[in-house]
């Protein structure tokens, strides 16, 4: 597959990988690729100088240097296994890492669509509306206290009895109980808020409305005992301010609990596993709603689950579609008026002769599995092998620079990123083929191995600590955005979403390529018993077996 | 050779009597003996029931005293002259065979060809 190209240049395609992605965005660049595709590579050449090809200890077949700088716009000289796929001119806007890393934040898409369809505003408003909300809720927290103490000496300073030192320490405690309440709301609710999820949050509808009632219970009791009879009591009123402050610490508190404590106990063992390859996950979780747990689920995810390759599932969707391809069942004996009845019984008739069929051929479809997955292995071995040696061959040729190698000449001495684009091309070609042969090439563009490379050889890593990068699919998140489809999961639940997980629930976590299923069990009631052991009921005897000869 | 513990023991036994060799300053039997109250009775290789306390022979040196005696290996003494060797410690039993004012002991030993021999001679017979 590789030998076909006359340059062995290496193949840049984490381009078609993205528009792939971007095919499907709502701002709907016209692609209308499926997934498949994203492992055909189109071909870039390296920007290599003709000043570096000195250091490089190989043919120069083997190097992808060519004269020239590479076109990002177009392809390189034409690739016999890209086909007719239409090239994205739009890739230079669509290549900024603007994708989800936090549901909330505006991406240049976003603030372009805000003014647009009356889908989107609705959408804007939808995520802003709580986070107003939050906002007037705290203002007014706020304010209350200080409004309380501050209307009196605006609207009857007159008749106001002058409190002295038992005020003076009320007003210091309320100045720094509101400090710290509003230092704890700061470090609660002001964070960025990690993911949008479907519906709201119970709890926090919950502890708003409580909060809201607090201030306004609060103002009814100000309003009708102290504003309207003018209380001339400042003491009092300094009291009561203080006791508002005290009882929203205490809803805080609460907040802490419920927010954030509560879950944290694990109580169900949760089975994650994703549709297309049967990868799973278990994971203990505490009490949470089913969306919370959806969320806590993704972000293990995104940690723990490899890379989703496509192209690795295409193999046993031939299979399949080889085994079925070549049966067709004719009826040749249905007359024009009986086929609607006749509908149906042709059709499980078909079925039973297809399976019928498709038996027979099972006996050569293991048989090729077999061998195939066999071949795969050597090969995959081969390649890696080959690759091995040229990694540790490349970084042998590059070192620190030590003191006496100050008076070598200033040709010799790189930077970090000269250096890795030196001794790049000569492992370029084995990498670009390991990658080929395990269809990983398109999670890796030439820009990022140059970059690992560069990380390695200033945390002075092996050969082997640099490959282990590629030899195995890491998590998705180590994978750059444009994998990450970060706003394209859809939760799929009988249960209502902000009800409670319970034993045996399942749900599903739906993206466009492939689903997560996930099933929850909780952990057992455990019993544990007790048993005292004195220490000096350790005792032995030894079991002898002498022989005496008389 | 099993026993019921409270129940007395009944075995098929041979008297033995065995001649001390005098060697140096020595009288000696030539056989060994394994076995005892104190003992392991799992690692002894010639009894039948795993449990059983009781002394056994482990080897008889060729051409000695207790071979031509007709003493054998896996023999288990029951008496050694009248005194009952079957919950004895190991110790003890030997005490009871190196006795150097005697020069004669007189066992009574039983193995499992003695069981079986009496069986068989007894099936012969019919019931008189």
Known sequence: ?550 | MSFIPGQPVTAVVQRVEIQKLCQGDHLILGFSIGGGMDQDPVQNPYSEDKTDKGIYVTRVTPKGPAEKAGLMMGDKIMQVNGWDMTMVTHDQARKRLTKKKEDVVRLLVTRKSLEEAVKHSMCGYPKQ
């Not at chain 1, 392809?75 to 936090?102: C, I, R």
């Open chain 1, 1 to 550: 597959m590789d030998s076909e190209s006359t340059h062995s240049g290496y193949s840049y395609s984490s381009r078609s990988g993205r528009s792939n992605r971007h095919g499907r965005e709502r701002h709907k660049v016209n692609n209308s690729k499926d997934s498949s595709r994203s492992e055909r590579s189109v071909v870039i050449n390296p920007p290599d100088t003709p000043s570096h090809n000195s250091h490089n200890s190989h043919n120069s077949q083997d190097s992808p240097v060519h004269n020239g700088e590479p076109l990002p716009g177009e392809p390189g000289p034409p690739d016999p296994d890209q086909g007719d796929e239409t090239q994205d001119d739009n890739w230079g806007e669509t290549t900024t890492a603007v994708t989800g890393t936090s549901e909330l934040s505006l991406s240049q898409e976003e603030v372009v669509g805000l003014g647009k369809s009356p889908e989107d505003r609705v959408r804007a408003c939808r995520r802003y509306f709580p986070l107003a909300l939050g906002l007037a809720l705290g203002l007014l927290v706020v304010a209350t206290p200080l409004a309380f103490l501050l209307l009196p000496v605006a609207l009857w300073a007159d008749r106001l009895q002058a409190c002295g030192a038992a005020c003076e320490g009320l007003f210091l405690s309320l100045s720094f109980k509101l400090l710290i309440l509003l230092v704890a709301v700061w470090a609660l609710f002001l964070r960025p808020s990690r993911a949008g999820l479907p519906r709201l949050c119970a709890y926090r509808g919950f502890l708003a409305t409580l909060t809201l009632l607090l201030t306004m219970s609060y103002w009814l009791f100000y309003g009708v005992r102290i504003l309207d009879p003018q209380d001339e009591d400042y003491h009092g009123i300094a009291q009561f301010a203080v006791s508002l402050v005290d009882s929203l610490l205490f809803v805080h508190y609460l907040a802490v609990v419920l927010l954030e404590l509560r879950q944290l106990q694990p109580c169900f063992s949760v089975c994650v596993m994703r549709s297309t390859d049967g990868e799973t996950r278990h994971y203990n979780l505490g009490r949470l709603s089913i969306q919370r747990a959806a969320l806590s689920l993704l972000e293990f995810y995104y940690r723990d689950f490899p890379l989703h390759n496509p192209a690795l599932l295409s193999a046993s969707k031939q299979r399949t579609a080889k085994q079925l391809a070549g049966l067709k069942v004719y009826n040749v004996d249905a007359g024009p008026g009986s086929t609607a009845g006749a509908q149906p019984a042709n059709s499980s008739q078909s079925r039973a002769m297809v399976t019928a069929a498709a038996a027979k051929r099972k006996d050569s479809a293991h048989n090729e599995l077999y061998y195939e997955e066999a071949d795969h292995d050597r090969r995959v071995r081969k390649r890696r092998a080959r690759l091995v040696v040229a990694v540790e061959e490349a970084f042998t040729h590059v070192r620190r620079m030590k003191a006496e190698d100050e008076r070598a000449t200033p040709a010799d001495i790189m930077e970090v990123r000269e250096a890795a684009l030196a001794i790049f091309p000569s492992m370029a070609r084995s990498l670009q083929k390991y990658l080929r042969t395990t269809r990983r090439q398109h999670c890796h563009s030439m820009d990022s191995i140059q970059k690992h490379l560069a990380f390695c050889l200033v945390n002075n890593m092996s050969p082997k600590a640099f490959l282990e990068a590629y030899l195995a699919p890491g998590p998705t998140l180590q994978y750059g955005p444009e994998r990450w489809m970060a706003d394209q999961w859809t939760l799929v639940s009988e249960a209502s979403v902000t009800g409670g997980v319970q034993d045996g629930s399942e749900f599903l976590l739906r993206c466009l390529d492939f689903s997560l299923a996930v099933t929850v069990r909780s952990i057992p009631y455990l019993r544990m018993t007790e048993e005292f052991v004195d220490p000096k009921s350790h005792k032995f005897t030894l079991l002898l077996q002498s022989e005496t000869s008389v």
